[in-house]
């Protein structure tokens, strides 16, 4: 699914959006054809079930009934493209988390293929255990080093001295990752380049010297086993 076509079928919900784009490196190869819309729950009232069905099924989700039994619950939904993968996720405060610690609940389509993903705040837990968490689940390499150059940057910028960190699972498959919040830390892509200096230098991006936000960093391997990581920016209303 493409940009365009998101924000396409998301307009049709007349109301402010904010859009952030992303860079995802998988197999090597950096990809650009990546966004992400989010939205109040409200905005999809009257009948908010209905109404994210349908936008799910313009954007070619065979079945987003995974998603229903929580809805009440969330206060946010995204919709994102990721090359020919689809996505629809409900955010929740922790007061009214369906499960511990979650922060996310998502669906992830690629033809009539829909998984389930989990996204499990570790933000409580000690900064050594967000390292090793790292070091689980991303290959040692430029990814690792990247993530571990934002780590710090992330617990010193936050309040409270906590890095916002999730562990990212995927029901059914090998799929897990490590999503490392870098918002709060105020930084412009510009002011964030030392940090992924050792993605740009590996994988041949050109830098990022503008003063669009910092969003996160995201690693860890696909469904497949393969490495990834993905670097999220230029959050904006639209």
């Known amino acids: 699914m493409s940009v365009a076509r998101l924000l396409s079928v998301t307009a049709t ?3 402010p959006r904010i859009f952030e784009s992303s860079i995802k490196i998988s197999s090597g190869v950096p990809s650009k054809e990546r966004g992400m819309v ?6 999809l009232y009257p009948a ?16 987003s009934s995974a998603l229903d039994p929580y809805l ?13 993968i689809g996505k629809c996720y409900l955010e929740f405060t922790p007061q009214n988390a369906p499960l511990p610690d979650l922060v996310f609940m998502a669906i992830k389509w690629r033809g009539k293929d829909v998984k389930v993903n989990h996204y499990i705040s570790i933000a409580h837990k000690p900064h050594s255990a967000k390292e090793e968490l790292i070091d689980a689940l991303v290959p040692a390499g430029p990814v690792r080093d990247a993530m571990h150059a934002c780590l ?29 919040n870098m918002s709060d830390v105020k930084l412009t892509m510009a002011q964030a ?32 086993g393969a490495p990834f990581a993905t670097f999220y920016y230029g959050a904006k209303v639209i």
């Open 13 to 15: 919900l007349e109301t």
């Open 38 to 43: 989010t939205f109040d729950k409200r905005d």
């Open 48 to 63: 908010p079930r209905t109404t994210l069905a349908e936008i799910c099924a313009d954007l070619g989700c065979p079945n």
């Open 72 to 84: 009440k619950q969330a206060h946010a939904v995204y919709f994102a493209a990721d090359g020919d």
């Open 152 to 180: 710090p940057v992330a617990r010193d910028g936050t309040p409270g001295g906590e890095a916002v960190v999730l562990h990212v699972t995927e029901e059914g498959t090998r799929r897990a990752s490590v999503d490392i």
């Open 193 to 224: 380049a030392p940090l992924l200096r050792p993605l740009y230098t590996a994988y041949g991006i050109e830098p990022n010297l503008t003063d669009a936000p910092f969003g996160h960093l995201a690693a860890g391997t696909d469904r497949e």
